[in-house]
């Protein structure tokens, strides 16, 4: 699983837009109330990395698909705004 969309950032002090970047969780670690991942975003699916974040979201006991859970957490985020699975 993965998600795609426009990603914009700034290099070297200089906007810059990938189309269709490809946005994968790298590694998740947790408890039972919340989840830490590990977000890459690269310029294609096997090409360079852009940015590298992470995010903390709260852990859904109930669904024991960590990754599908942290992937439906930043697609409610304003800057995953647009974001499609892939």
């Known amino acids: 699983m993965a998600l795609t969309k426009n990603w914009q950032t700034s290099l070297a002090g ?18 039972k109330k919340q ?4 977000v890459h975003i690269l ?3 096997d090409g ?3 940015e590298t974040l992470s995010f903390i979201c709260s852990h859904e ?3 024991k698909n960590s990754i599908s859970q942290v992937y439906a957490y930043i697609k409610t ?3 995953f705004a647009g974001a499609v699975d892939c």
Not at 17 to 22: H, R
């Open 14 to 31: 200089k906007d810059v837009c990938f189309d269709n970047a490809y946005i994968k969780v790298g590694s998740i670690v947790g408890s």
């Open 35 to 38: 989840l830490e991942a590990i």
């Open 43 to 45: 310029t294609k699916e």
């Open 48 to 50: 360079d990395a852009i």
């Open 61 to 63: 006991m109930n669904n």
């Open 77 to 79: 985020l304003p800057k």
